[in-house]
Each structure stands twice: as structure tokens, then as C-alpha cells.
């Protein structure tokens, strides 16, 4: 069965971290680029962070950069975003998603389930 799932989420106080794990089966992660988004309530989805295929290269929207780290573990064939000094602001449900391709480019091929991510004191 192929899937992307999610974990890691949940309720932090301001300036707190999670590291979100994304965990495939049923194909390697390795070969795909894995892009991260979220979606808070009343807003459209937003990328977040793109970890490419091969290389690893990673890119951040310009409201996490600085704050959020992408990677990979191609033993576990699993992807990370840990998420530091968190605000408000980042309150969402988080998703990954998986594109056979170099870069993030849609449409994707999978998508997780996503997980909630609460940003409160």
C-alpha cells in the first residue's frame, strides 16, 4: 500500500519546537522530492519547504526560513521538518507531499493525511 503519514504534531507554547516526521511505504522516498505545506483555518495552503531529490537541497518559504530545518533519512525512508522558535502564526495542519521529480513541482504523487500543529500559550 503506498502512503504518506504524518506525525509529530501538537500543542507547543510560543518560541517551542516539534519535528514532524513523514514516513513512506510502499515506495522510496529517495527518489522524490518531498514538499511540506500547511493550512491554517480560513486560509489557502501554503508551501512551506521543499527538500529536493539526489541532493538534498532544501528551500523555505521566507516566514520559516531560519526557523524550520528539512531532511532526510533514506535508512528509515523518512523526511523531518523540525520546526523551532514556533509563533502563533504557525498554527495549521501540516502536510507532505511526494513528486518524482527533481524539484517540488506539481502535482504531487502522494500526499500524507496531514497533523495538527498548535502554536499556544
Known amino acids: 500500500q503506498v502512503q504518506l503519514v504524518e506525525s509529530g504534531g501538537g500543542l507547543v507554547q510560543p518560541g517551542g519546537s516539534l519535528r514532524l516526521s513523514c514516513a513512506a511505504s510502499g515506495f522510496t522516498l529517495e527518489h522524490y522530492a518531498i514538499g511540506w505545506f500547511r493550512q491554517a483555518p480560513g486560509k489557502e495552503r501554503e508551501g512551506v519547504s521543499c527538500?529536493?531529490?539526489?541532493?538534498?537541497?532544501?528551500y523555505y518559504a521566507d516566514s520559516v526560513k531560519g526557523r524550520f530545518t528539512g531532511s532526510r533519512d533514506n535508512a528509515k525512508n523518512t523526511v523531518y521538518l523540525q520546526m523551532n522558535s514556533l509563533k502563533p502564526e504557525d498554527t495549521a495542519v501540516y502536510y507532505c507531499?511526494?513528486?518524482?521529480?527533481?524539484?517540488?513541482?506539481?502535482?504531487?504523487?502522494?500526499w500524507g493525511q496531514g497533523t495538527q500543529v498548535t502554536v499556544s500559550s
Open positions: 527538500i529536493s531529490r539526489s541532493d538534498g537541497s532544501t
Open positions: 507531499a511526494a513528486v518524482s521529480n527533481y524539484g517540488c513541482t506539481i502535482p504531487y504523487d502522494y
